[in-house]
């Protein structure tokens, strides 16, 4: 019995497939706006190189940050992928980082150990907390909740000296491969905007394909980073499950089931 369901099932979905078809591709057919080049050369780099430059004087934070803000505000009205910014406290932490670097540029060696990622700008998923950003998840009951302390994966960013630029869009409750919710709505693809940019990291997905932020920190438990980072066509890690704590991540759970499988990156 349950081979006939599963064949029908099949029948019913190459139906409604064909019925469909046409309508997709007339929908392929609209003008699709396209985002505006990419106009600094350091959005191009990786992390550690920039975060090596910064090091070495050759490029201020404050030109990074300002370089990652300014390419947000280009795409971000085409993607809709930030739910929340902080770009002026970005900016002010970047200047301090300056000041730092101007004042200890004899001491090298002991910035790169102690804070390799000094001066990197980075965003980070709303589901993994953002102190004094949203934290809604695309939840309607959670929407105007804000995160009261960093989750862990962003504190030890900043620990390393990352500064964190905003917080991106994910489903609601990070619960689907696709980015839509009904509090900050769809995140479409920097590549194609009739195109999704996939989920549950969608938001960060986006921005880092779109050349707005330099790396992002997301979560998995079946495929939330890989997918998006496929779809736009970047680099995603999962890494071991239990190697960063989930503290901070919301939804979150005390079960040693759902810590297996849900990572923090």
């Known amino acids: 019995m349950m081979e006939i369901i599963m064949l029908l099932l099949g029948v019913f979905q190459r ?5 469909l ?10 003008p699709k706006p396209r985002l505006p080049a990419i106009s600094s050369p350091y959005l191009h780099m990786s992390a550690v190189q920039i975060a090596r430059k910064i090091r070495e004087g050759e490029v201020k934070s404050r030109d990074i940050v300002d370089a990652c803000i300014e390419r947000i505000k280009a ?8 739910v929340q910014d902080r770009f002026k406290e970005a900016q002010q932490e970047a200047n ?14 002991v910035i790169e150990k102690e804070k390799p990622l000094l001066g990197v700008p980075f965003t980070v ?41 905003a917080v991106t869009n994910t489903p609601e409750l ?37 050349g707005a932020s330099l790396f992002g920190v997301g979560s998995d438990i079946a495929g939330s980073i ?15 499950p239990g190697y960063i704590s989930l503290e901070g991540h919301f939804p ?14």
């Open 21 to 30: 078809w046409p309508f997709y591709y007339i929908n392929s057919l609209r």
């Open 125 to 165: 998923k709303e589901s993994c907390g953002l102190k004094g950003l949203s934290q809604a998840v695309g939840c309607l009951p959670r929407n105007g909740m804000i995160a009261t302390e960093d989750g862990v994966s962003v504190k030890e960013l900043r620990k390393a000296g990352a500064i964190p630029l």
């Open 96 to 109: 301090d980082v300056d000041d730092y670097i101007a004042a200890n540029s004899k001491n090298m060696a």
């Open 15 to 19: 139906l409604i497939s064909w019925i």
């Open 174 to 210: 990070c619960l689907c491969w696709e980015s839509n919710n009904l509090i900050t709505g769809c995140t479409r693809n920097p590549f194609n905007i009739h195109r999704t940019s996939g989920g549950s990291s969608g938001g960060e997905g986006a921005l880092i394909g779109a």
């Open 226 to 240: 890989r997918i998006p980072a496929m779809f736009n066509g970047i680099f995603g890690h999962k890494p071991t």
């Open 75 to 82: 795409v971000n009205p085409i993607l809709n992928a930030i």
């Open 252 to 265: 979150y759970s005390q079960d040693k089931g759902f810590q297996k499988f849900l990572v923090n990156l």
